[in-house]
C-alpha cells in the first residue's frame, strides 16, 4: 500500500482535484465529492467508517486512500468556567494545545496553535519559554478546528437551512506559535476553514494575533481582508517593548505602526492592538500617556488582558481592581475604544500566555 494522503493539507482546489480523480478511478458517481466534503468538513467526522451515508465499498476506498485524524487527543482539562484545553499528539509525537471557550448563546471559540512552540521569546509566555517548535501543516490547524468541533458537538445541531451550522464557531489564532511565520500552511488552513463549500467559518469569525511582523502583516490583509487582525502590543515605548519581547529589537514601533496603517488602508477596519497589563511593569501613568498616543496614530481599539500566571513567567497577574483602574485611566486619556477581555480557563492553564502543551520549560 502506497503512503496515505493527507486529505485536510489540500487547499480547495487541489482537494477537489484529489477527490474527483479518486471517485473517477473508483467508478463512483461525482457526487461523492459533495458528501465526502460535507461530512468532513461541516459534520466535522474525522472517521471515513462514521460517514454513513456513503456505500461501504466507497468508505473503505476512501480509508485506504486518505488520513483525517492527524491528532489524537492525549489529555483533556475542563475549567471551572466551561473552558476545556485539549492536548494532542502530533503524527511525529510533538505536542500541542488547543482551546475551546464557551460563549454567549451556545456559541464557542477555539483558540488553535500554529507552532509546537515559539522562538519568540516573549517574557511573558509559556509557549516562548519551549523555545522553537516546528511548523504545523495546514491539515493539522485544521484538525484542531474540526477535532474541537466535533467533541463540543456544535456540527451536529440542528441547521437553519440543510448546510449551516446554526451556531458557528469562533476561530482565534492565538495559541502556540506566531502564526504569521507559519504563513504559507496558515493560508491554506484559512481557505480551507472560511470555503463556503467546505468547513464554512465566516471571515469575521475568524481573528488571526501576531506580535507584529510588518511585512506579513500587509500580505495577510491582502489575502484576507475580511478576517480580523489583532496585534500583540504589551508596550508603547521601544524600551519597554524591547524588554518584554526581544522580537522589537528587530521590529521598531514605528515600522509596526506604519504596516498597521497600510494594513488599515486595505482592510478599512480597526487594527486591534492587545495589552497585556503587568502590574508596575507596563501599567504606570507614562505608560498610559504612551499608549494613547501610539494608538491615535492608527486607527485603532484595544484590548486589555491581565497577564497570566504561567512556570517561569517572573511577573504577578494584575488584580481585578489594578485591571479595571488601568482600563479607566487609558479610557479617559484616549478617544479609541478599550475593552477588557475576560480570561477563561485560567484554572487549567489554558489562558492566554498558558499554553505550553505540558512540556517543562527548556533551559534555554
Ligand atoms: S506570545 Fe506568541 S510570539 Fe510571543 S513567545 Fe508566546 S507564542 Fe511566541
Known sequence: MGEMIKLLDLGPEALKAELSQSLAQWEEKPFRARQVIRQVYQRCKLDFQDMTDLPAALRSNLAGTYLLQLLTPLERAVSADGTVKTLWELGDSARVESVAIPMEAGRRTFCLSTQTGCGLGCSFCATGKLGAGRNL?????????????????????????GSERTSSPNLVFMGMGEPLLNYDNLKTALEVLNHPELAQVGSRRITVSTVGLPEQIVRFCRDFPQMKLAVSLHAATESLRRTLMPVAGKV??????????????ITGKRITFEYLVIPGVNDRQEDIQALARLCGLVPSKINLIGLNPAE?????????????????RLSSACSMAVTLRRSHGADIAGACG????????RRR
Request: proline share 8%; aromatic share 4%.
Open 252 to 265: 521598531s514601533l514605528s515600522d509596526l505602526v506604519e504596516a498597521c496603517r497600510e494594513a488599515n488602508l
Open 137 to 161: 501543516s495546514a491539515g493539522e490547524i485544521i484538525c484542531q478546528a474540526l477535532a474541537g468541533i466535533a467533541e463540543t458537538s456544535l456540527s451536529s445541531g440542528p441547521r437553519v437551512d
Open 354 to 361: 498558558q499554553l505550553a502543551a505540558g512540556q517543562a520549560p
Open 312 to 328: 517561569g513567567v517572573p511577573f504577578r497577574p494584575p488584580r481585578a481592581a489594578e485591571l479595571a483602574r488601568f482600563r479607566d
